[in-house]
């Protein structure tokens, strides 16, 4: 199961918009509407922001949205601040694997 | 609140065994599947394991595939991963986390809560 694609970085400006892409397949984000989105600190563990493609645990920001056309789904981060600079992975349930992991983007907030 | 504490981490060989652990409090551990997810360093995350609810099932990546075995102690709300004939890259923080909701009247395909990891390192 190769993972699936992100852009290796993204960056934007204080209270902009950004997009992080993720590009699998039919048989994993295509095939699903389970995909989810982890933001990872560095030295921290990850933590789920978006899960079952555009849903939001309680307590994550509403800046944070899912969405998915074909065999690509997509993170923004709306309003971005200082403290979403991270590293961000999404993952999706597969037909084979079970799981699968994004090969991750590095945001940086200029 | 959901607490995952993994332990067991360490430096060995290539070619020999370590056993990691997780304690889960914090919620039913009866009630979820149960994930390892490895990272090593300065890379992306991994997949590498599953066990059921129940312990009845289990899942493994193509690359610990007969190596590494995962189970569960229910009784004592424990996660394990046995690892064997390790590599060098093999060498990651291994991260326990939970999955399947399998008492949830909806799919739970995701990875709600994380440990704060183990770093194990693989070198002669």
């Known amino acids: 199961q190769s993972a699936l694609t992100q852009p290796a970085s993204v960056s934007g400006s204080p209270g902009q918009s950004i997009t992080i892409s993720c590009t699998g397949t039919?048989?994993?984000?295509?095939?699903?509407?389970?995909v989810s989105w982890y933001q990872q600190h560095p030295g921290k563990a990850p933590n789920l922001i978006i899960y079952d493609v555009s849903n939001r645990p309680s307590g994550v920001s509403n800046r944070f949205s899912g969405s998915k056309s074909g065999n690509t789904a997509s993170l923004t981060i709306s309003g971005l601040q200082a403290e979403d600079e991270a590293d961000y992975y999404c993952?999706?349930?597969?037909?084979?694997?079970?799981?699968?992991f994004g090969t991750g983007t590095k945001v940086t907030v200029l | 609140q959901v607490q995952l504490v993994e332990s067991g981490g360490g430096v060995v060989q290539p070619g020999t065994s370590l056993r990691l652990s997780c304690a889960a409090s914090g919620f039913t551990f009866t009630g979820y599947g149960m994930h390892w997810v490895r990272q090593a360093p300065g890379k992306g995350l991994e997949w590498v394991a599953l066990?059921?609810?129940?312990?009845?099932?289990?899942s493994y990546a193509d690359s610990v595939k007969g190596r590494f075995s995962i189970s569960r102690d229910n009784s004592k709300k424990t996660l394990n991963l046995e690892m064997n004939s390790l590599r060098a890259e093999d060498t990651a923080v291994y991260y326990c986390a939970r999955g399947e909701d399998f008492w949830s009247d909806s799919p739970h395909y995701y990875f709600d809560s994380w440990g704060q990891g183990a770093l194990v390192t693989v070198s002669t």
């Open positions: 993952s999706s349930y597969t037909r084979t694997s079970p799981y699968v």
């Open positions: 066990i059921w609810y129940d312990g009845s099932k289990t």
């Open positions: 039919n048989s994993d984000v295509g095939g699903y509407n389970y």
